[in-house]
């Protein structure tokens, strides 16, 4: 991956978002953390050999975020929220990980790193007054139209929103079997939205205020499962959505208990990576997925240096 492509990339991201804000990342600043477990479903371990697919239960971290790389972005302003991130790190041994990456839409507004440098690069000078530039992007992109263009409902907890991995993975099994498909997370209560009135009434950190005392009457469970690839489907593009009538594998269920610290060391260390790096779950050829994986690597670098 071009180093000139991931850098141009970052530079255009920390303009949308009025600059470098040291110690946070530069796309979903505003975050927080949670724990719980993971349990996996009978079918996991027939879909791949993972070893949080296999074993009864692994510890994991979850982050919830919400869009832009401004920190102080209000929870409740529908203008300026975008889709809200969601990542788990699933904790499988001493320094042994894999994650999740994931928002709150289905699908991504373009192909290629190269067209998201355009894209970013058309929100920036609409944003600094010539609109016309985004017009030309959307107009010649569909798919990133329907991204710009596609409700995103503000939900009454970061518990009762729906989350969709960017992009697509090979699963292979014990027996060496592979199916190409997409991870879900759904929250076991359904999603669960406001009206942008609603919103209004709320308080600009509602989402972060409300989650560590729901989580303290109980448990929140949230379902984990994979799409599967039908015939004909782009496994490398993930500005498709596939349809609906897809196949859903269900993977497994994670169970927060805390919300926890995310400024304690050890935390602040954690650089979610959007390829799995773990045996039996692979890239399925996306190229975004290497270029996601190296913007999150240099970003997070660059907030562990500003901590020192």
Not at 2 to 25: K, T
Not at 184 to 202: C, F, H, M, V, W
Not at 251 to 262: E, M
């Amino acid at each position: 991956m071009a180093s000139s492509l991931i850098s141009d990339l970052l530079g255009v991201i920390d303009e949308l978002a009025g600059g470098v804000h040291p110690g946070f990342r530069p796309a979903h600043a505003k975050g927080l953390m949670c724990t719980g477990t993971f349990a996996p479903s009978p079918q996991a371990a027939g879909l791949t050999r993972a070893p949080h697919a296999n074993k009864p239960s692994t510890p994991v971290t979850v982050r919830y975020s919400d869009g832009t790389g401004v920190p102080t972005i209000p929870d409740n302003d529908p203008a300026l929220s975008g889709p809200r991130g969601f990542a788990i790190r699933f904790h499988l041994a001493d320094h042994v990980h894999t994650d999740i990456v994931a928002q709150s839409l289905n699908g991504f507004p373009v192909h290629t790193g190269e067209e998201f440098l355009e894209f970013l690069r058309a929100a920036a000078a609409a944003g600094a007054g010539k609109p016309e530039a985004m017009g030309a992007f959307l107009a010649s992109h569909p798919n990133a139209k329907r991204f710009v263009e596609t409700p995103k409902p503000i939900p009454t907890s970061f518990t009762r929103e729906a989350f969709f991995a960017v992009t697509s993975f090979k699963f292979t099994n014990a027996q060496g079997a592979s199916k190409h498909g997409r991870f879900r997370i759904q929250p076991q209560e359904g999603t669960e939205y406001l009206s942008n009135d609603q919103a209004a009434a709320k308080s600009p950190n509602f989402l972060f205020d409300e989650i560590g005392p729901r989580l303290a009457r109980g448990p929140v469970r949230l379902n984990v499962s994979v799409q599967l690839a039908g015939d004909g489907d782009d496994v490398t593009n993930a500005s498709i959505a596939w349809p609906e009538n897809r196949p859903q594998i269900p993977f497994g269920t994670i169970t927060l208990t805390a919300r926890v610290d995310d400024q304690e060391p050890e935390r602040r260390k954690i650089i979610f990576d959007p390829i799995p790096r773990v045996d039996g779950i692979d890239t399925s050829g996306d190229p975004l997925s290497e270029v996601r994986s190296e913007i999150y690597l240099l970003s997070g670098r660059r907030r562990k240096a500003a901590a020192t």
